[in-house]
């Protein structure tokens, strides 16, 4: 099984490059069972001593690899700025990684892990709300007014972007980007992220938009719709 063969490379690649480390994990699509033909080892090693966090990525026994090198204290602000962003990228790999070498320091680190996950992200303010709600507007208005189809792709891929993220934090859960985005919507909500993939698949595909106009709009309309007039920002 491939979760075996990664499980196998990993403690291979902490014995050769990693032998002095405190501890580690293996993360990533691999230990979810979501591999993919281009998927790496996503190792996360501890030491003592070392000064500072380090990330390193290379080839070992016929796996891509990357490293996230820390000592005990340098996770915490990888911890802090994930979730500003509301993305959790680090706390996941720590919670749901699997021991590649044990350490007792590493519970704690599990813990404090899985609380900032089950606790979620800090509600957006109105404020916040509005802002959202005015970039999204802008690049819904952009999406509608582009007539050349090359700027349209990349318009809708930002509009993707900012569509989600309002979605998912709106309702007071983790966003991601990139696959993540559409891993989160598929967990929180399957009914939204199908609407939300079919209607820019719609686009994609033969250039209609009116699906992924009106779903931008629906998503807007419980917040006071698209926000334009009266909008501020910076000013006292």
Same mark, same amino acid.
């Given at each position: ?7 196998? #490379?990993?403690?291979? $690649? &902490? ?30 090693? +501890? ?5 500072? /966090? ?15 090198? %820390?000592?005990?204290?340098?996770? !915490? ?9 509301? %993305? ?11 021991? $590649? ?18 606790? !979620?992200? @800090? ?21 509608? !007014? ?5 700027? =349209?792709?990349?318009?809708?891929? @930002?509009? #993707?972007?900012?569509?989600? @993220?309002?979605?998912?934090? $709106? ?5 991601? /980007? ?14 939204? =992220?199908?609407? +939300? $993939? ?13 699906? &992924? ?7 807007? #309309? ?6 334009? @007039?009266?909008?501020?920002? !910076?000013?006292?």
């Amino acid at each position: 099984m491939m979760i075996d063969k990664a499980m196998d #490379a990993a403690r291979r $690649i &902490v014995d050769v490059k990693y032998s002095e480390c405190d501890a580690a994990l293996l993360a990533g699509s691999v230990i979810r069972g979501e591999a993919t033909t281009t998927s790496d080892l996503d190792l996360i090693v +501890f030491y003592s001593d070392i000064p500072d /966090s380090y990330r390193e990525s290379f080839y070992k026994f016929g796996w891509p690899v990357e490293a996230f090198v %820390h000592n005990w204290n340098s996770y !915490g602000k990888f911890f802090q700025k994930d979730c500003e962003a509301g %993305h959790p990228s680090m706390p996941r790999m720590i919670s749901e990684g699997r021991t $590649i070498k044990e350490n007792e320091r590493l519970k704690p680190v599990r813990n404090e892990a899985n609380l900032l996950l089950q606790k !979620g992200p @800090e509600s957006w303010s109105k404020s916040l709300i509005d802002q959202k709600r005015y970039f999204l507007t802008d690049t819904l208005d952009d999406f509608i !007014g582009c007539s050349d189809r090359g700027e =349209s792709l990349l318009i809708a891929g @930002e509009l #993707a972007e900012r569509a989600g @993220e309002f979605y998912l934090r $709106i309702n007071g859960q983790w966003s991601g /980007s990139s696959k993540w985005m559409i891993r989160a919507l598929r967990t929180f909500d399957d009914g939204f =992220s199908k609407r +939300f $993939i079919d209607s820019f698949d719609l686009f994609y595909k033969n250039g209609d938009k009116e699906a &992924v106009i009106l779903l931008i709009k629906d998503l807007l #309309a419980p917040y006071g719709g698209p926000m334009f @007039e009266g909008f501020s920002v !910076g000013r006292d």
